[in-house]
Protein backbone atom coordinates (compact mmCIF):
# COMPACT_ATOMS: atom_id res chain seq x y z
CA UNK A 1 0.00 0.00 0.00
CA UNK A 2 1.23 3.61 -1.08
CA UNK A 3 1.63 5.72 2.54
CA UNK A 4 -1.51 7.89 1.80
CA UNK A 5 -3.45 4.47 1.68
CA UNK A 6 -1.64 3.61 4.49
CA UNK A 7 -3.64 6.47 6.48
CA UNK A 8 -7.17 5.18 6.49
CA UNK A 9 -6.32 1.44 7.29
CA UNK A 10 -4.04 3.07 10.31
CA UNK A 11 -7.30 4.37 11.84
CA UNK A 12 -8.95 1.49 11.03
CA UNK A 13 -6.92 -0.70 12.47
CA UNK A 14 -6.34 1.43 15.43
CA UNK A 15 -9.75 1.20 16.27
CA UNK A 16 -10.20 -1.95 15.78
CA UNK A 17 -7.51 -3.06 17.95
CA UNK A 18 -8.99 -1.05 20.63
CA UNK A 19 -12.65 -2.66 19.96
CA UNK A 20 -10.78 -6.43 20.23
CA UNK A 21 -9.30 -5.43 23.32
CA UNK A 22 -12.26 -3.72 24.92
CA UNK A 23 -14.06 -6.95 24.38
CA UNK A 24 -11.47 -9.42 25.31
CA UNK A 25 -11.26 -10.89 22.34
CA UNK A 26 -7.38 -11.10 21.14
CA UNK A 27 -6.65 -13.76 23.83
CA UNK A 28 -9.74 -15.43 22.99
CA UNK A 29 -9.69 -18.76 21.27
CA UNK A 30 -11.70 -17.09 18.20
CA UNK A 31 -11.51 -19.31 14.95
CA UNK A 32 -12.47 -16.84 11.97
CA UNK A 33 -13.25 -18.53 8.65
CA UNK A 34 -13.94 -16.94 5.44
CA UNK A 35 -15.53 -18.14 2.16
CA UNK A 36 -16.98 -17.52 -1.39
CA UNK A 37 -20.69 -17.34 -1.20
CA UNK A 38 -22.33 -18.03 -5.19
CA UNK A 39 -23.87 -15.34 -6.21
CA UNK A 40 -27.53 -17.41 -4.85
CA UNK A 41 -26.49 -17.35 -1.69
CA UNK A 42 -25.88 -14.43 -1.36
CA UNK A 43 -28.14 -12.12 -3.07
CA UNK A 44 -31.06 -14.63 -3.62
CA UNK A 45 -33.35 -14.48 -6.40
CA UNK A 46 -34.19 -10.69 -7.61
CA UNK A 47 -35.80 -8.96 -10.36
CA UNK A 48 -32.96 -7.11 -11.78
CA UNK A 49 -30.14 -9.63 -13.45
CA UNK A 50 -27.65 -6.65 -14.18
CA UNK A 51 -25.94 -6.85 -10.42
CA UNK A 52 -22.69 -7.28 -11.04
CA UNK A 53 -22.73 -10.17 -7.96
CA UNK A 54 -24.96 -12.48 -10.70
CA UNK A 55 -22.37 -12.00 -13.08
CA UNK A 56 -20.12 -13.77 -11.13
CA UNK A 57 -17.27 -11.52 -11.59
CA UNK A 58 -17.32 -10.53 -8.14
CA UNK A 59 -18.23 -12.36 -4.91
CA UNK A 60 -19.23 -11.92 -1.14
CA UNK A 61 -16.15 -13.40 1.09
CA UNK A 62 -18.11 -14.24 4.40
CA UNK A 63 -16.55 -14.35 7.55
CA UNK A 64 -18.13 -16.49 11.17
CA UNK A 65 -16.86 -15.45 14.50
CA UNK A 66 -18.84 -16.47 17.62
CA UNK A 67 -21.92 -17.03 16.10
CA UNK A 68 -21.82 -13.47 14.06
CA UNK A 69 -21.19 -13.38 10.23
CA UNK A 70 -19.74 -10.12 8.14
CA UNK A 71 -18.53 -9.72 4.44
CA UNK A 72 -16.65 -8.22 2.14
CA UNK A 73 -17.20 -8.08 -1.51
CA UNK A 74 -14.19 -9.06 -3.42
CA UNK A 75 -12.67 -10.12 -6.55
CA UNK A 76 -10.14 -11.88 -4.93
CA UNK A 77 -11.06 -15.08 -3.61
CA UNK A 78 -9.56 -18.12 -0.97
CA UNK A 79 -10.89 -19.50 2.54
CA UNK A 80 -8.74 -18.27 5.39
CA UNK A 81 -8.78 -19.75 9.34
CA UNK A 82 -6.94 -18.43 12.17
CA UNK A 83 -7.57 -16.35 15.36
CA UNK A 84 -8.87 -13.15 15.47
CA UNK A 85 -5.42 -12.36 16.44
CA UNK A 86 -4.07 -13.52 13.28
CA UNK A 87 -6.18 -11.44 11.53
CA UNK A 88 -5.53 -8.26 13.00
CA UNK A 89 -1.63 -9.03 12.36
CA UNK A 90 -2.06 -9.59 8.28
CA UNK A 91 -0.32 -6.76 6.67
CA UNK A 92 -3.13 -5.73 4.33
CA UNK A 93 -0.82 -5.59 1.47
CA UNK A 94 -3.35 -7.08 -1.23
CA UNK A 95 -7.42 -7.43 -2.62
CA UNK A 96 -7.60 -10.65 -0.33
CA UNK A 97 -5.86 -9.84 2.71
CA UNK A 98 -7.97 -6.55 2.75
CA UNK A 99 -11.35 -8.78 2.31
CA UNK A 100 -10.63 -11.31 5.07
CA UNK A 101 -9.57 -8.52 7.46
CA UNK A 102 -12.70 -6.37 6.45
CA UNK A 103 -15.22 -9.29 6.61
CA UNK A 104 -13.76 -10.19 9.83
CA UNK A 105 -14.06 -6.75 11.25
CA UNK A 106 -17.58 -6.80 10.28
CA UNK A 107 -18.13 -10.03 12.32
CA UNK A 108 -16.41 -8.91 15.22
CA UNK A 109 -18.38 -5.06 14.81
CA UNK A 110 -21.53 -7.10 14.73
CA UNK A 111 -20.46 -9.19 17.74
CA UNK A 112 -19.56 -6.56 19.83
CA UNK A 113 -23.46 -4.65 18.80
CA UNK A 114 -21.73 -1.75 17.58
CA UNK A 115 -23.80 -2.55 14.09
CA UNK A 116 -25.85 -5.84 13.27
CA UNK A 117 -26.90 -5.38 9.68
CA UNK A 118 -23.60 -6.80 8.14
CA UNK A 119 -25.85 -9.40 6.00
CA UNK A 120 -26.30 -8.38 2.12
CA UNK A 121 -29.95 -8.06 1.55
CA UNK A 122 -31.51 -10.84 -0.62
CA UNK A 123 -34.41 -11.34 -3.44
CA UNK A 124 -36.19 -7.83 -3.44
CA UNK A 125 -33.89 -6.13 -1.32
CA UNK A 126 -32.04 -3.99 -3.23
CA UNK A 127 -35.56 -3.01 -4.86
CA UNK A 128 -36.38 -1.64 -1.95
CA UNK A 129 -33.33 -0.01 -1.31
CA UNK A 130 -33.38 1.97 -4.26
CA UNK A 131 -36.78 3.02 -3.48
CA UNK A 132 -35.39 4.79 -0.37
CA UNK A 133 -31.90 6.05 -1.29
CA UNK A 134 -33.93 9.19 -2.97
CA UNK A 135 -35.67 10.17 0.20
CA UNK A 136 -32.71 9.59 2.23
CA UNK A 137 -30.23 12.31 0.06
CA UNK A 138 -32.81 14.76 0.16
CA UNK A 139 -33.90 14.66 3.87
CA UNK A 140 -29.64 14.73 4.58
CA UNK A 141 -28.36 16.82 1.74
CA UNK A 142 -30.80 18.85 -0.05
CA UNK A 143 -30.75 18.76 -3.48
CA UNK A 144 -26.60 17.66 -3.54
CA UNK A 145 -24.30 16.57 -6.53
CA UNK A 146 -24.05 13.27 -6.12
CA UNK A 147 -20.41 10.94 -6.80
CA UNK A 148 -21.16 7.53 -6.65
CA UNK A 149 -18.22 5.54 -6.40
CA UNK A 150 -18.80 1.82 -7.61
CA UNK A 151 -21.91 1.25 -9.99
CA UNK A 152 -24.77 -0.07 -8.14
CA UNK A 153 -27.58 -0.11 -11.08
CA UNK A 154 -31.08 0.22 -9.08
CA UNK A 155 -29.50 2.75 -6.53
CA UNK A 156 -28.09 4.66 -9.96
CA UNK A 157 -31.13 4.39 -11.74
CA UNK A 158 -33.38 6.38 -8.51
CA UNK A 159 -30.42 8.84 -7.91
CA UNK A 160 -29.78 10.03 -10.96
CA UNK A 161 -33.84 10.58 -11.67
CA UNK A 162 -33.63 13.07 -8.63
CA UNK A 163 -29.97 14.60 -8.74
CA UNK A 164 -27.19 15.60 -10.57
CA UNK A 165 -25.32 12.07 -10.35
CA UNK A 166 -21.83 11.05 -11.53
CA UNK A 167 -20.58 7.61 -11.16
CA UNK A 168 -17.27 5.95 -11.40
CA UNK A 169 -16.62 2.48 -11.63
CA UNK A 170 -13.40 0.23 -12.22
CA UNK A 171 -15.00 -2.60 -14.27
CA UNK A 172 -13.80 -2.22 -17.86
CA UNK A 173 -17.18 -3.77 -19.13
CA UNK A 174 -18.96 -1.09 -17.55
CA UNK A 175 -16.92 2.13 -18.23
CA UNK A 176 -18.26 4.29 -21.02
CA UNK A 177 -21.19 2.68 -21.27
CA UNK A 178 -24.53 4.11 -20.38
CA UNK A 179 -27.24 2.54 -18.49
CA UNK A 180 -30.65 3.16 -17.32
CA UNK A 181 -29.28 6.84 -18.74
CA UNK A 182 -26.56 6.86 -16.43
CA UNK A 183 -23.00 7.30 -18.29
CA UNK A 184 -20.06 5.02 -15.91
CA UNK A 185 -17.20 6.76 -15.86
CA UNK A 186 -13.43 5.62 -15.39
CA UNK A 187 -12.98 5.58 -11.98
CA UNK A 188 -9.50 5.23 -12.28
CA UNK A 189 -8.80 9.15 -14.26
CA UNK A 190 -9.62 12.32 -12.62
CA UNK A 191 -10.74 11.21 -9.52
CA UNK A 192 -9.84 14.59 -7.53
CA UNK A 193 -11.82 16.90 -10.61
CA UNK A 194 -14.68 14.44 -9.76
CA UNK A 195 -14.41 14.82 -5.99
CA UNK A 196 -13.96 18.77 -6.40
CA UNK A 197 -17.50 19.41 -8.40
CA UNK A 198 -19.15 16.90 -5.64
CA UNK A 199 -21.56 17.94 -2.92
CA UNK A 200 -21.42 14.47 -1.45
CA UNK A 201 -19.77 11.05 -2.24
CA UNK A 202 -21.72 8.04 -2.49
CA UNK A 203 -19.11 4.79 -2.20
CA UNK A 204 -19.17 0.90 -1.97
CA UNK A 205 -17.54 -0.10 1.05
CA UNK A 206 -15.50 -2.43 -1.35
CA UNK A 207 -13.15 0.54 -1.85
CA UNK A 208 -11.47 -0.88 1.11
CA UNK A 209 -10.77 -3.86 -0.51
CA UNK A 210 -9.65 -2.69 -3.46
CA UNK A 211 -7.51 0.13 -1.55
CA UNK A 212 -9.35 3.20 -3.02
CA UNK A 213 -10.85 3.88 0.01
CA UNK A 214 -8.12 6.83 1.19
CA UNK A 215 -8.71 9.62 -1.37
CA UNK A 216 -12.58 9.01 -0.89
CA UNK A 217 -11.53 9.98 3.20
CA UNK A 218 -9.13 12.07 2.79
CA UNK A 219 -11.04 14.38 0.80
CA UNK A 220 -13.18 16.11 3.26
CA UNK A 221 -16.48 16.16 1.26
CA UNK A 222 -19.44 14.53 3.06
CA UNK A 223 -18.71 10.25 2.78
CA UNK A 224 -21.74 8.03 2.56
CA UNK A 225 -20.98 4.25 2.50
CA UNK A 226 -23.26 1.48 0.98
CA UNK A 227 -23.56 -1.57 1.02
CA UNK A 228 -22.67 -4.41 3.85
CA UNK A 229 -18.75 -4.55 3.33
CA UNK A 230 -17.89 -1.20 5.06
CA UNK A 231 -20.05 -1.82 7.91
CA UNK A 232 -18.18 -2.22 10.25
CA UNK A 233 -15.83 0.49 9.54
CA UNK A 234 -18.53 2.86 8.67
CA UNK A 235 -19.22 2.17 12.69
CA UNK A 236 -15.60 2.50 13.91
CA UNK A 237 -14.83 5.60 12.44
CA UNK A 238 -18.50 7.23 12.30
CA UNK A 239 -18.85 7.35 8.37
CA UNK A 240 -22.62 7.61 7.54
CA UNK A 241 -23.96 4.15 5.72
CA UNK A 242 -26.47 3.76 3.78
CA UNK A 243 -27.97 -0.25 3.79
CA UNK A 244 -31.77 -0.43 5.00
CA UNK A 245 -32.57 -3.63 3.40
CA UNK A 246 -29.22 -5.28 4.48
CA UNK A 247 -29.93 -8.72 7.37
CA UNK A 248 -28.71 -9.24 10.55
CA UNK A 249 -25.52 -10.66 11.01
CA UNK A 250 -26.05 -12.90 14.05
CA UNK A 251 -26.39 -16.48 13.10
CA UNK A 252 -29.54 -17.75 15.14
CA UNK A 253 -29.44 -21.40 13.29
Known amino acids: MTEKINVFFHRLQ ?9 YKL ?3 EVKVTAKPLSPEGSIGSTKRKDYVLLKGKERLLQAEMMGCRGQAFTGSLGDFAGTLEDVLALPLTNDYQRAVYTATLNAAVCHTGKVVNTIHCR ?4 ELCARQAVNYFQKNYGKPRILMIGYQ ?47 VIFATGSTMCNDTADPLIQSGKPLVVFGTTGSGAAALLGIP ?13
Open 14 to 22: KEFARLVDE
Open 26 to 28: KQA
Open 123 to 126: NEGP
Open 153 to 199: PALAEALHQAFHLTVLDLDPANIGQEKNGVLIENGAIGLDKHLAACD
Open 241 to 253: RFCPESIDGVNTK
